[in-house]
């Protein structure tokens, strides 16, 4: 019953460090989303991904890689952390597409210091 | 630019009042919108959806009201309770649009 697992849960960084948040499904959900969540803005798409080995841009992808090797899971990551990438990040997976229900993981609470 | 307006930020309601929250959207072409609940430092999750092809979808004390012609939707909350107290999005897509969400309504049931 682990549905959205996300690791970690909290991270502070300085500006300029890089990360990897990682993000684990076992429902053998198609897509994949990262989504950060600010205060007054709602939920955000950074990138998402179809199907194994695929991925593509969101609303909001400047500064963010993805990758998709195995399809449970998804990985997001920081080159250059900036303080505008302080936010919470939420990763999400549904089974065949986003007019389904999506299943959020739990959060990582992300500094930018 | 923000596709779908959210309205009030934030709602303080009585235990065993209505609760009620409001979304707007421009594109036409949405036929899917869904509510999702998140309660602190938990993801949201999904409470209840409809698509246009009904007025009103109904689940327990939660119900959604849609109006194409004015194209709103809106949540009510029935009987609300403390338990209640979450941030509440609304939602929607369509066509080559991806899901995007409005910006979220924080609700507190006072008991």
């Known amino acids: 019953n682990a549905g959205v697992t996300q690791t970690p849960k909290f991270r502070i960084l300085k500006i300029g460090q890089s990360m990897t948040l990682q993000c684990t499904q076992d429902?053998?959900?198609?897509?994949m989303y990262w989504y950060r969540q600010d205060p007054g803005m709602g939920l955000r798409l950074i990138h998402y991904s179809v199907g194994e080995g695929t991925t593509a841009k969101g609303e909001v992808p400047d500064g963010y890689n993805v990758s998709r090797l195995k399809k449970q899971n998804f990985l997001l990551g920081l080159e250059s952390a900036a303080p505008s990438q302080t936010s919470v990040y939420f990763c999400a997976s549904s089974l065949g597409g986003p007019n389904e229900k999506l299943f959020f993981g739990s959060g990582t609470q992300l500094s930018v210091l | 630019q923000q596709q779908v307006k959210q309205s009030p930020q934030s709602l303080i309601v009585q235990k065993g009042g209505i609760s009620i929250i409001n979304c707007a959207y421009e594109?036409?072409?949405?036929?899917?919108f869904p509510w999702y609940q998140q309660f602190p430092g938990k993801g949201p999750a999904l409470l209840i959806a409809?698509?246009?092809?009904?007025s009103e979808k109904k689940e327990g004390r939660f119900t959604i009201s849609f109006n194409k012609s004015a194209k709103q939707f809106s949540l009510h909350i029935m009987d609300s309770q403390p338990g209640d107290s979450a941030t509440y999005f609304c939602?929607?897509?369509?066509?080559?649009?991806?899901?995007?969400f409005g910006q979220g309504t924080r609700l507190t049931i006072n008991p």
């Open positions: 409809i698509r246009p092809d009904v």
């Open positions: 939602a929607a897509i369509g066509g080559a649009q991806k899901l995007v």
């Open positions: 429902m053998n959900h198609n897509y």
């Open positions: 594109n036409t072409a949405f036929d899917y």
